[in-house]
């Protein structure tokens, strides 16, 4: 039986076959690079589809509906995409890419996606003030601003009696000068997160931002470390977190405007019910985040900021 399908670069224009729905237990379908215009309904029937890949469809107007069983999208580069069909059913959903999907406006049924952890919407105009941010690893969107509740680029750890460290986030504002010359395009972005005990470098950790967005506009990524990584797993008492670009970076448009910190610990991010009333300093990371994608009030411009990250 046939599980993995790879039809990138094939040449398939225009429509896509209905056939496709015969392959029944398909796992993985990879159909970049492609000429096609929309996709076939009955896609929602391939029940066991998990990856499906279109990065780069660029003449790609829509997504029709697809079945609950995916796990991963990606859709970056499809100039031409505009509508999204619902997707409250994808529940099982971990990683969304929509980088450079200028002219999506909104995406159906997003706050439903309770095992999103990854979303990419560099170069994409559409809101992601519902999404949810339980479980969220890595972000990426348009944006000037960061959560004024975030520390500084350099954050000294300390650790508390009884109570264990969860995650570090880092907050990033970012932009690629597309004029610069003096290019040497890469996959990698040149942002870090570093560990250093007593002024040396013991850890470092690459940002993954989901692909390098059309514009000049400034960018935000947030990205968190959870327990199991080792830039978690591995700060010990007074250990020092910053992030810095790398020297020399790999690719020279990049501008990093603004850097930010913020350590989460047991208690933080547990609250499960109705935080609405709550005090902001009572709520949970998860709220307070949620709150900052809706409004973008509470955040430090970078526009208006003073001071800005530094090479390593």
Known sequence: MLYEFDARAWGLSRKIPDEFEKL??????DLGQNNFHSLPSSFKGLSFLKKLSLPNCTELTSLPSLPSSLIELNAENCYALETIHNMSNLESLEELKLTNCEKVADIPGLKCLKSLRRMYLSGCNACSSQVALR??????????????????????????????????????????????????????FDVQA????????????????????????????????????????HLKNAD?????????????????IKCRIHLIFEGDDDYEGDEESLDKG???????????????????????????????
């Open 194 to 233: 570093n560990v250093l005990k007593s002024g040396k470098l013991t850890l470092s950790s690459g940002l993954y931002i989901g692909g390098v967005p059309r514009t000049d506009e400034p960018h935000i990524y947030l990205g968190s470390y959870h327990d199991y990584h080792a830039l978690v797993s």
């Open 24 to 29: 029944s237990l398909i796992e993985t379908l």
């Open 135 to 188: 479980n969220f690893q890595n972000l990426s969107m348009p944006g000037t601003k960061l959560p004024e509740w975030f520390s500084g680029e350099t954050v000294s750890f300390s650790k508390l009696e009884n109570i264990e460290l969860t995650s570090v986030v880092v907050g990033v504002i970012f932009s690629f000068n597309h004029n610069n010359k003096n290019i040497q395009e890469s996959e990698v």
């Open 282 to 312: 009572l709520q949970s990371v998860s709220e307070r985040m949620a709150r900052f994608l809706n409004t973008c009030d509470e955040g430090v411009d970078a526009t208006e900021s003073e001071d800005e990250c530094h090479d390593e």
């Open 240 to 256: 020092t977190v910053s992030v810095t670009k790398r020297s020399p970076p790999f690719d020279e448009r990049l501008e990093l």
